[in-house]
């Protein structure tokens, strides 16, 4: 089939990346310590550890990332040569607010986003920010335990306040807390701290403490986002949910029920910040559980006032689930999932699905009906430079151009309405999951190592010039 539409003329291009994963200076500017700063580097099977404080001898990839605090001039320059017309990062909390509940914010901190965005500006680059990327002030977390404590909600109010304010003629495009929903894998600990500081005793259930710390999150969401409004009528306030369809394993009746429940768990949150309410069957599992997640009259409220304009999300992969044991129906992201025998899986075991974006940008937009923003997606790799300092990256041109492709097929042809796509890692830099630099999503190649050894130079990537010739024709040549 030939195409003969386009994406709509004022659809954003760009790229993603997040403040703690490139721009190091960890200490510059007053910067006070995160909890990507307490996180040692890992890698495909040895977990990242989460350390008491800043502990000498460990080695902490985050206090250097790509150095993009000092070469962000360099770097915006080299993405402004793809064309592209926005860009996603994040504000590290900890240099605005360097222990979180501070009531005067850190200039330093202030002025590097102003210059960076400024930087962005110059080349007709929109910057797209989220508030909260998996890097919340390390105090927060020592002083007030995260999430769970609701004084985080002033304090997170009061930051989003001043970004608001101080940037309000530079940004339109904002999201409150990314990947919300990460955290649905309580079991694993680092995404109760990477998404909501939770570092728990064994006497903590961490079922429960998620669910509370999210529903702190939702109100201070919805708080933000009535009163970025207020601010700028104009702003335009996204969710970030990490979106990873659950697909039945058979068409066995217990089978789907059990992917059913696996998308209701795992997207309650887009439910709450883009309706507005709880789903009932939530509330009744908190009853059956004896959970007590303190939901108040006011909150209720407080979230109905307060949902999000857009979805944004990101999308690696789909998930498989099967019921093994059906006499409670619950889904337990670290013990439910099976591989899937139709994809294939890239070396960390994400599962290459572009078939299941479409899916998943029609399944949202039956249950939310709001725009939607891809903010991330990519093929993490090991990329091999040549002498010549080429990287021939063929098969993160595959993952792009097949995701790319049924992603027009969702606009163009189911009719979803798409605010942009921005491919995540758009150059090199540290994997939050792993604090590898090898596990590699870049179209700019930085040559360094998972040790921070290397000249630091960037490259670029064969995809560099495939998706600058997407960027420029508007999403018409993929091929
Ligand atoms: P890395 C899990 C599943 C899907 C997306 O991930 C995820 C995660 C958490 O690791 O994270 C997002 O670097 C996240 C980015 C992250 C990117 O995906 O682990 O928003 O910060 O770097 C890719 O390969």
New binding site residues.
Partial sequence: MTKSYKMSKDFLWGG?V?AH?LEGGWQEGKKGVSIADIMTAGNKDTPRRVTNGVVDGEVYPNHWGIDFYHTYKEDIKLLSELGINCFRTSIAWSRIFPNGDESVPNEAGLKFYDDLFDECLKYGIEPVITLS??EIPYHLVTEYGGWTNRKLINFFENFAEVCFKRYKNKVKYWMTF??IN?QTNWRES??LL?DSGLILDEKTNPEEAMFKAAHNEFVASAKVVKLGHQINPEFKIGA?I?M?PVYPLTSKPEDILKAQRAMQTRYYYGDVQALGYYPQWILNYFDRKNYNIDISKEDKQILKDGTVDYIGF?Y??SFVTEEKNYNELIYDEQNDLVSNPYVEASK?G?QIDPVGLRYAMNWMNDRWYLPQFIV?N?F?AIDKLTSEKEIHDDYRIDFFRNHISEMEKAVVEDGVNLIGYTP??IID??????G?MA?R?GVIYVEQDDKGNGSKKRYKKDSFYWYKNVVETNGEKIN
């Fill in positions: 993603a997040a994963q990327h998996f990314n990947e990460n680092h995404h990477q970030m990490a990873c990101s690696y992969m960390w994400w991330e990519g993490g995540w890692g830099l540290i994997s939050a999951s792993t590898e596990k999503y």
